[in-house]
């Protein structure tokens, strides 16, 4: 197992100076939810961004740079982003049969108001200033998207990129150190009907709200259980299974053409096989025949894919395995610590209690998460074949 060691706190603390060193290049993003009864949930992410290279997140781009251009604060047609912003939502929603959202004036000046105090308050607040009362009357199932993201980050002045930079960040989160997916989920919830749209330059930083609820009467149009049953999934791991082209476009490994009954959704970890050889199947949800994977093997995933409404986890050029077979996992939390706030008992793959514990106030690196097949709770990995459920520890 993954030793318990002092150096967590050390590697906590580079992080936090790295993160408060680097000024301006820090790109964030946030989202919050609320329900009419005032539930509100909230995510803070904050990573950092090379200022004038930007080296490729995915792996077959792993040795690629593209080198960015820092556009003039003074080129940026503020009024045209927030068109486009408005725009490509919609083409978003499109793309996964939702309806398009109603773009209102009083969530309009909300979120131009949002935006526009970033600018004294150093950066978006962590939603510390987000009032659905505001929005009234589309203060129903509120939700609210911002971020910040350096002009160098930007690259250019023409507003339908940017806006395309923006959705895209909100969608992928490819600069979030936790990714939960709660912007896609904001962004693809088929139960909201409006939106307001607000977009601010300064400091070097274009800062951008997507605020978004309904009014009482399309509020009361759907089920509360169903609103509420959506929002209790945005803290997967893995994001809902959906399809943006600009994001899928940087998928290389495998033919992505879309057909009839397929979509895909990122991942941002991998699979473990169970306790028995894994059959691979092709993208069109065939065995592929002689072709296995062995028992408790760990394969990284890019993507998830839906065939013929069967799930799927992609894990080679032509190859997926059925999402029965397999306990998905994410990467996102490597190098953090938990510590046991019990003498916690340790699981294995399979969500099994292997019979062994973890010493009570003991710290441990993870290096994974995943959700538990059989009790359904969080997992933390310390080491092989070897999770802590989370109703058992802490987050350091």
């Given at each position: 197992?993954?030793?318990?060691?002092?150096?967590?706190?050390?590697?906590?603390?580079?992080?936090?100076?790295?993160?408060?060193?680097?000024?301006?290049?820090?790109?964030?993003?946030?989202?919050?939810?609320?329900?009419?009864?005032?539930?509100?949930?909230?995510?803070?992410?904050?990573?950092?961004?090379?200022?004038?290279?930007?080296?490729?997140?995915?792996?077959?781009?792993?040795?690629k740079?593209?080198?960015?251009?820092?556009?003039?604060?003074n080129?940026?047609?503020?009024?045209?982003?927030?068109?486009?912003?408005?725009?490509?939502?919609?083409?978003?929603r499109?793309?996964?049969?939702?309806?398009?959202?109603?773009?209102?004036?009083?969530?309009?000046?909300?979120?131009?108001?949002?935006?526009?105090?970033?600018?004294?308050?150093?950066?978006?607040?962590?939603h510390?200033?987000?009032?659905?009362?505001?929005?009234?009357?589309?203060?129903?199932?509120?939700?609210?998207?911002?971020?910040?993201?350096?002009?160098?980050?930007?690259?250019?002045?023409?507003?339908s990129?940017?806006?395309q930079?923006?959705?895209?960040?909100?969608?992928?989160?490819?600069?979030?150190?936790?990714?939960?997916?709660?912007?896609?989920?904001?962004?693809?919830?088929?139960?909201?009907?409006?939106?307001?749209?607000?977009?601010?330059?300064?400091?070097?930083?274009?800062?951008?709200?997507?605020?978004?609820?309904?009014?009482?009467?399309?509020?009361?149009?759907?089920?509360?259980?169903?609103?509420?049953?959506?929002?209790?999934?945005?803290?997967?791991?893995?994001?809902?299974?959906?399809?943006?082209?600009?994001?899928?476009?940087?998928?290389?490994?495998?033919?992505?053409?879309?057909?009839?009954?397929?979509?895909?959704?990122?991942?941002?970890?991998?699979?473990?096989?169970?306790?028995?050889?894994?059959?691979?199947?092709?993208?069109?949800?065939?065995?592929?025949?002689?072709?296995?994977?062995?028992?408790?093997?760990?394969?990284?995933?890019?993507?998830?894919?839906?065939?013929?409404?069967?799930?799927?986890?992609?894990?080679?050029?032509?190859?997926?395995?059925?999402?029965?077979?397999?306990?998905?996992?994410?990467s996102?939390?490597?190098?953090?610590?938990?510590?046991?706030?019990?003498i916690?008992?340790?699981?294995?793959?399979?969500?099994?209690?292997?019979?062994?514990?973890?010493?009570?106030?003991?710290?441990?690196?993870?290096?994974?998460?995943?959700?538990?097949?059989?009790?359904?709770?969080?997992?933390?990995?310390?080491?092989?074949?070897?999770?802590?459920?989370?109703?058992?520890?802490?987050?350091?």
């Amino acid at each position: 197992m993954f030793a318990k060691t002092k150096k967590v706190t050390i590697l906590l603390a580079a992080s936090l100076f790295l993160a408060t060193s680097l000024g301006e290049n820090i790109a964030l993003a946030d989202t919050v939810v609320t329900d009419n009864n005032n539930l509100t949930t909230a995510t803070t992410v904050k990573t950092d961004s090379n200022t004038a290279v930007t080296t490729a997140a995915n792996n077959n781009d792993a040795n690629k740079t593209t080198v960015t251009t820092t556009p003039n604060n003074n080129n940026i047609d503020t009024a045209a982003v927030k068109t486009a912003m408005f725009s490509e939502l919609n083409r978003l929603r499109g793309q996964n049969n939702l309806q398009p959202l109603t773009s209102v004036a009083v969530l309009n000046t909300y979120a131009q108001t949002r935006t526009d105090s970033f600018i004294d308050s150093g950066g978006v607040d962590n939603h510390a200033g987000w009032k659905s009362d505001n929005m009234y009357p589309y203060n129903h199932t509120a939700e609210e998207n911002i971020s910040q993201m350096p002009f160098s980050m930007l690259g250019t002045t023409d507003s339908s990129i940017i806006a395309q930079k923006i959705t895209h960040e909100f969608y992928s989160e490819l600069y979030d150190p936790e990714p939960n997916y709660g912007h896609r989920k904001n962004m693809l919830n088929p139960y909201i009907n409006y939106v307001g749209i607000g977009v601010t330059l300064g400091n070097g930083i274009l800062y951008a709200s997507q605020e978004m609820g309904n009014d009482q009467t399309a509020y009361d149009k759907y089920n509360p259980n169903d609103i509420y049953a959506y929002y209790l999934t945005k803290y997967n791991d893995y994001s809902n299974p959906s399809q943006y082209d600009i994001a899928d476009n940087s998928h290389k490994n495998a033919d992505y053409t879309r057909r009839d009954k397929y979509s895909t959704a990122d991942v941002r970890g991998g699979v473990t096989t169970k306790n028995h050889v894994t059959q691979l199947y092709d993208r069109y949800g065939k065995q592929q025949s002689g072709l296995t994977l062995s028992p408790n093997s760990d394969w990284l995933s890019d993507l998830i894919g839906i065939i013929d409404g069967n799930y799927y986890y992609h894990v080679s050029d032509n190859g997926f395995v059925s999402a029965n077979d397999v306990l998905p996992w994410a990467s996102f939390l490597s190098g953090s610590s938990i510590t046991t706030t019990t003498i916690a008992k340790i699981y294995d793959n399979n969500g099994i209690y292997t019979g062994k514990t973890a010493a009570a106030n003991s710290k441990w690196i993870v290096d994974r998460r995943a959700e538990n097949p059989l009790t359904f709770s969080k997992m933390y990995r310390i080491g092989t074949n070897a999770w802590l459920q989370d109703n058992q520890i802490t987050r350091n």
